[in-house]
Structures are given as C-alpha cells and as structure tokens.
C-alpha cells in the first residue's frame, strides 16, 4: 500500500508492506482500508492484523 505523504521540502510517497491475507482483506472492505490508510499517515500503522476488526 501507498499513501501520498509531504514535508516542507518535498512530496513523496510511503510504502507500507502488506501480506496477501492483509491485501485481499483490505481489498475487501474499503471502510476497512480507508481506517488503515488513516493511521499510516498518523504514523500509527506498524503493522496490519487481517483477523482484528480495529486495524492496527
């Protein structure tokens, strides 16, 4: 997954690794994916449990 990110000097991209699970889990359920996106960008999102409704 890839999330627009910036700084005053420049725009970029950050990645975030995703197993297959996570993927077709995210694919899934838009809601699901928009809430994980979210705390990727709050730099909460170490990782992503597919089995916990919370997210990460």
């Given at each position: 997954?890839?999330?627009?990110?910036?700084?005053?000097?420049?725009?970029?991209?950050?990645?975030?690794?995703?197993?297959d699970d996570e993927y077709h889990a995210l694919r899934d359920d838009p809601d699901q994916a928009?809430?994980?996106?979210?705390?990727?960008?709050?730099?909460?999102?170490?990782?992503?449990?597919?089995?916990?409704?919370?997210?990460?």
């Amino acid at each position: 997954m890839a999330i627009p990110a910036s700084n005053q000097l420049i725009d970029y991209m950050e990645y975030y690794k995703l197993s297959d699970d996570e993927y077709h889990a995210l694919r899934d359920d838009p809601d699901q994916a928009s809430d994980f996106a979210d705390s990727c960008r709050r730099r909460e999102a170490g990782y992503y449990d597919a089995d916990d409704d919370e997210g990460a």
